[in-house]
C-alpha cells in the first residue's frame, strides 16, 4: 500500500537534518500565521473558517515532515459551536502538539502529564492563539482556565516589555488560582513575570510591587486595578489580552460593570478580549459581545440541560436541627480525600467550624469577612492539602479549583441551580468522580427540583453510606 505522506527528496536530507525543532517550530508558526493572512483576503471572512494544523516530525527514523491542512467551511454568518448534552467530541490521538505550541510550553505540558485537551480546550485554543476574540461557557473543571494561559502565553513575547495582559476575577482567592497556572505554564518561560492585585491592602503595596516586579500579566478585581491605572500606577496601554473569568458575576453586578467598563476603556482598541464561565444566560451573553469583536462562541452543554459526568449526587430529607449530627455522621463514615462544606451565611461558617474542631475534625473556615491575609492562607492550607476539611460560603463556590477535593456538602442548599453547579462543582474536577450531598427540609425542595430538571440528573434521597468506588477515582 502506498504511503499518504509524499516523499522527501534524498538530495534534501541533509538541509533537513541540520536544521533543530526550535527552527521547525519557528517556521511552521510563521507558516500558520501566513495561512491566517491569506484567509483573511480570501471572499470570506476568515471567522467562517477553522484551521486544523496537523504536523508530524519524526527526523531520526523517517526523516521528513508533513504539514496537513483541512479547511472546513461551517455555518454561513456562524461562528457558534454548541454541544449538547449528549454528544462528545473526539480528540485526534496527537494531542496537545496538533495545537503548535512553543516549545516552551509543549515541554511543560509534557512535565504535567497533560496528553489530551478537553473539549474546551480542544474547540477554543486553535482560535484563542490566533488573536479571535472568544466567548466561552463550559461547565466546572473543563479546563477554561487553562485556555487562556497557554493562548496568551503562545502569543506572548519569550522576552516581554510592559504589561500585555489583563486578567479580571470577581475574587482575590480565584486571581491567585489564576496565578497560579501562569507561573507553572512559564516554567521554562522565565522572563515572563505575573503579579495579583486585589483591594484589601494599602494601594502603595500594590505600586511598590508593580514598579519592582515589572510584571507582563497582571491578574486582579476590577476595583484595584481601576483604582492603580486611574492613580497612573498601572498603565494599560500596551494591553494585547483582556480577560474576563467568571465574567458572567463581574457584567452582573452593576458595580463591578460600570468597573470593567472603565478598564475597558483605558485598554487599546486594537486587542482580543476573552469571557469564561460555568453559567452564561441569554440576559449576559449579548452584554458579553459588546466588549469584542465578531466573537467566537463557545457553548459546551449548552441549552436547557447540562450535565455533571462523574458526580454521585443525593440528597438528604432534615430538619435544621439534625444537621450537625448527619454531617458528623457522614465525615465519620465517608471515605474522602478533602472535603468541602457550604453553609449560607458568615454567621453559620464561623460556628459549624468551631463545632467541627471541638469534636476533632481539624476544619478551617473561609468566607468574606476574614480579612486578606488570612483568607489567602486558609486557601494556601487546604490547596497544599495542610487540612481536609473546609467549611466555606459561597465564595469559595466559583472557579476555585483544589484537585483533591471529591466529596461536597450542602450544610445549607444552594439558593438556585446555577449556585448548586458551582459549588458541587468543585468535587469531580475535569472529569473525575465525585459525590454531592445537600441537606434539604424535603424532596419537593424548589431548588432541588430546579437543579433535577435543568442538569439532567436524577437526584436520589441517600438511604445508606455509598460505595467508595462511585466517588473516589483510582
Not at 93 to 115: A, H, M, T, Y
Request: overall charge negative; glycine content about 4%.
Amino acid at each position: 500500500m502506498a504511503e499518504t505522506n509524499p516523499e522527501v527528496d534524498i538530495s534534501e536530507l541533509a538541509e533537513y537534518e541540520e536544521e533543530s525543532d526550535e527552527e521547525v517550530q519557528n517556521e511552521v508558526a510563521d507558516t500558520k500565521n501566513k495561512t491566517a493572512n491569506l484567509f483573511s483576503s480570501l471572499c470570506f471572512p476568515i471567522d467562517w473558517y477553522i484551521v486544523f494544523v496537523h504536523s508530524k516530525i519524526d527526523w531520526w527514523q523517517q526523516h521528513y515532515i508533513t504539514l496537513e491542512f483541512q479547511l472546513i467551511l461551517p455555518c454561513f454568518g456562524s461562528r457558534q459551536w454548541q454541544c449538547r448534552a449528549d454528544t462528545h467530541v473526539a480528540m485526534h490521538s496527537s494531542g496537545f502538539r496538533e495545537f503548535l505550541l512553543k516549545p516552551e510550553l509543549e515541554r511543560v505540558i509534557g512535565d504535567c502529564g497533560f496528553e489530551h485537551p478537553s473539549e474546551v480546550q480542544n474547540e477554543c485554543i486553535p482560535q484563542a492563539i490566533l488573536g479571535t476574540d472568544v466567548i466561552c461557557q463550559a461547565k466546572s473543571g473543563m479546563g477554561k482556565t487553562a485556555v487562556f494561559v497557554l493562548s496568551t502565553l503562545q502569543q506572548i513575547d519569550n522576552t516581554p516589555s510592559g504589561i500585555t495582559t489583563l486578567v479580571l476575577c470577581n475574587t482575590r482567592e480565584l486571581a491567585y488560582q489564576i496565578c497560579d497556572e501562569f507561573d507553572r505554564f512559564t516554567k521554562y518561560l522565565p522572563n515572563v513575570k505575573t503579579a495579583v492585585i486585589y483591594g484589601g491592602i494599602p494601594v502603595q503595596t500594590h505600586k511598590d510591587l508593580i514598579k519592582e516586579k515589572k510584571p507582563n500579566i497582571i491578574i486582579g478585581t476590577p476595583g484595584r486595578i481601576l483604582q492603580l491605572a486611574s492613580e497612573g500606577a498601572l498603565s494599560l496601554k500596551e494591553i494585547k489580552q483582556f480577560i474576563l473569568d467568571e465574567c458572567d458575576t463581574m457584567l452582573e453586578s452593576l458595580d463591578m460593570r460600570k468597573d470593567v467598563q472603565k478598564i475597558f476603556k483605558l485598554i487599546p482598541a486594537n486587542k482580543q478580549v476573552m469571557m469564561f464561565s460555568a453559567t452564561l444566560s441569554d440576559t449576559i451573553r449579548p452584554i458579553c459581545k459588546k466588549f469584542m469583536n465578531n466573537p467566537l462562541e463557545i457553548y459546551i452543554n449548552d441549552g436547557s440541560k447540562l450535565t455533571l459526568h462523574g458526580l454521585q449526587q443525593y440528597y438528604v430529607p432534615i430538619t435544621e436541627e439534625q444537621k450537625n449530627k448527619k454531617l458528623i455522621e457522614l465525615l465519620d463514615s465517608l471515605d474522602f480525600n478533602q472535603s468541602v462544606i457550604f453553609v449560607k451565611s458568615v454567621r453559620r461558617a464561623d460556628a459549624l467550624n468551631r463545632i467541627l474542631q471541638d469534636i476533632g475534625f481539624p476544619s478551617i473556615c473561609i468566607h468574606r469577612d476574614l480579612d486578606q491575609k488570612d483568607r489567602i492562607e486558609q486557601y494556601r492550607k487546604f490547596k497544599n492539602f495542610e487540612s481536609r476539611i473546609m467549611v466555606a460560603t459561597n465564595i469559595f463556590g466559583r472557579g476555585i479549583d483544589i484537585e483533591r477535593v471529591n466529596v461536597v456538602i450542602n450544610y445549607d442548599m444552594a439558593e438556585s441551580a446555577d449556585t448548586y453547579l458551582h459549588r458541587v462543582g468543585r468535587a469531580g474536577r475535569f472529569g473525575t468522580k465525585g459525590l454531592a450531598i445537600s441537606f434539604v427540609p424535603s424532596k419537593e425542595d424548589p431548588v432541588l427540583e430546579q437543579v433535577q430538571s435543568k442538569f439532567v440528573v436524577s437526584i436520589k434521597e441517600l438511604v445508606a453510606t455509598p460505595d467508595p468506588s462511585t466517588y473516589m477515582s483510582g
